[in-house]
């Protein structure tokens, strides 16, 4: 149990465009859902975390209307990346958590990731 | 602010041998504690999780938790090569949704 499948595993597009990233809990329904960003041989950020139906709480620092959070159902949240440059380039990882009530209630479990990379 | 520190390592043991890693938080009213492991170029994964001061054993895996010295440890007996990642201790209060990770220790065993 507690899986959280992302997609696309890996992206590369041009800088300027967008890209949105999904994130889906596949046996449980998704309370909350964290969305963090990880360079290369650092540790884990956060980005924001989103409670379904309601609007994303972003971290300080990290701009809102770059990086888009929706989380519309119980198993799926999108995080699009508006107007990608280089630095952009990363890898972003999703979790996700059970409400209060569940199984899956105490842990956070994470998604594989996606590897963003922006030319 | 709320902290979780580790060390952030490379710890390095040799193949069969005890890992200890270890992790404090700054947050006396944490209430939940997990470790994490994350091989390179990968996600973390959920390895451990501890709610009460004491051991808890899965395996080869042994956490324990002290909430008045607010430190939480992480063993790894018998450690093998397929160890070697780096570890990822979060805390979790019960007041919110927040979970606070550490920067996390790489560990290295050594064949």
């Known amino acids: 149990g507690a899986v959280v499948s992302q997609h696309p595993s890996r992206v590369i597009c041009k800088s300027g465009t967008s890209v949105k990233i999904e994130c889906r809990s596949l046996?449980?329904?998704?309370?909350?859902m964290f969305w963090y960003r990880q360079f290369p041989k650092q540790s884990l950020m956060l980005m924001a975390t989103?409670?379904?139906?309601?609007?994303?709480?972003?971290e300080q620092g990290v701009e809102k209307d770059k990086f888009l959070i929706n989380h519309a159902s119980l198993t799926l949240s999108t995080l699009t990346v508006t107007s990608a440059h280089p630095e952009d380039s990363s890898f972003y990882i999703c979790?996700?958590?059970?409400?209060?009530?569940?199984?899956?209630?105490?842990?956070?479990?994470f998604g594989p990731g996606t590897r963003l990379t922006v030319t | 602010q709320k902290e979780v520190e580790q060390n952030s390592g490379p710890l390095s043991v040799p193949e069969g041998a005890i890992a200890s890693l270890n992790c404090t938080y700054s947050?006396?009213?944490?209430?939940?504690f997990f470790w994490y492991r994350q091989y390179s170029g990968k996600s973390p994964e959920l390895i451990m999780s501890i709610y009460s001061n004491g051991d808890k054993e899965d395996g080869r895996f042994t956490a324990q938790l002290n909430k008045a010295s607010q430190y939480v440890s992480l063993l790894i007996r018998d450690s093998q090569p397929s160890d070697s990642a780096t570890y990822l201790c979060a805390v979790r209060d019960n007041y919110g949704q927040n979970f606070v990770f550490g920067p996390g220790t790489r560990l290295s065993v050594l064949p």
């Open positions: 979790s996700a958590k059970q409400g209060d009530r569940g199984p899956f209630s105490y842990e956070q479990y």
């Open positions: 989103s409670n379904e139906g309601s609007k994303a709480t972003y």
């Open positions: 046996d449980f329904q998704a309370t909350t």
């Open positions: 947050d006396r009213v944490s209430q939940s």
